[in-house]
């Protein structure tokens, strides 16, 4: 069963009516008029007053633009860096891509790697910005390193198979000399 919604009210007329979506469309308020099979926006009605309006222009003042300008200052000074320093073109790449969430993403050998080379282009940390990437790097360090060190700590805990695990018992010298006599033997193969 169909509800019909405007049952027992009289029906406005077309004028009166408030154009849907496809009316606007068809007038060209969001299309546009073929003009010498060129298209062209219609020069009245909404588009028209969204087009002229200029919006305020608001400079990118973000961190993740004011580190990747330092990186691209530093590699800007020598021809070759890019080819060169792979490792700091990805992290420049990355941080216009992706902002700060590229220092969480990037694997830590490649943030290690960048680091590194950071450090040896650059002498004089003075300039802001410099400092904060360096400071931003060494913070993604620290958190890539936390994370690995509780991955390790699982794998160091004893699963108490003895064929794994090494065992240590106090031995007279006489045991030491003769296992360490053995032990000479099978590297030598004597």
């Given at each position: 069963m169909?509800?019909?919604?405007?049952?027992?009210?009289p029906?406005?007329?077309a004028?009166?009516?408030h154009?849907g979506?496809?009316?606007r469309?068809?007038?060209?308020?969001?299309?546009l008029?073929h003009?010498?099979?060129?298209?062209a926006?219609?020069a009245?009605?909404?588009?028209e007053?969204?087009a002229g309006a200029?919006?305020p222009?608001v400079?990118?003042?973000?961190?993740?633009?004011?580190?990747?300008a330092?990186?691209k200052?530093?590699l800007?000074?020598h021809a070759?860096?890019r080819a060169?320093l792979?490792h700091?073109?990805?992290?420049?790449?990355?941080l216009?891509?992706?902002?700060?969430?590229a220092?969480?993403e990037?694997?830590?050998?490649?943030l290690?790697r960048?680091?590194?080379?950071?450090?040896?282009?650059?002498?004089d940390?003075?300039?802001?910005?410099?400092?904060?990437l360096?400071?931003?790097l060494?913070?993604?360090?620290?958190?890539?390193g936390r994370?690995?060190d509780?991955?390790?700590t699982?794998?160091?805990l004893?699963?108490f198979?003895?064929?794994r695990?090494l065992?240590v018992?106090?031995?007279s010298?006489?045991?030491?000399t003769?296992?360490?006599?053995?032990?000479q033997?099978?590297l030598t193969g004597q």
């Amino acid at each position: 069963m169909s509800r019909d919604s405007n049952k027992g009210r009289p029906a406005r007329p077309a004028k009166d009516r408030h154009p849907g979506w496809f009316d606007r469309l068809k007038q060209g308020w969001l299309g546009l008029l073929h003009k010498g099979g060129e298209a062209a926006p219609r020069a009245d009605g909404p588009t028209e007053q969204v087009a002229g309006a200029k919006r305020p222009s608001v400079p990118d003042t973000s961190e993740a633009v004011l580190l990747k300008a330092a990186l691209k200052a530093v590699l800007d000074r020598h021809a070759s860096s890019r080819a060169v320093l792979v490792h700091l073109t990805v992290l420049e790449t990355a941080l216009g891509r992706h902002g700060l969430r590229a220092l969480d993403e990037l694997p830590p050998d490649v943030l290690r790697r960048a680091m590194s080379q950071l450090e040896t282009l650059v002498s004089d940390w003075s300039q802001g910005n410099l400092a904060a990437l360096r400071a931003r790097l060494t913070e993604s360090l620290i958190k890539h390193g936390r994370a690995n060190d509780r991955r390790r700590t699982a794998d160091r805990l004893s699963d108490f198979r003895d064929s794994r695990q090494l065992q240590v018992k106090d031995v007279s010298e006489s045991t030491f000399t003769e296992a360490n006599a053995r032990w000479q033997r099978s590297l030598t193969g004597q």
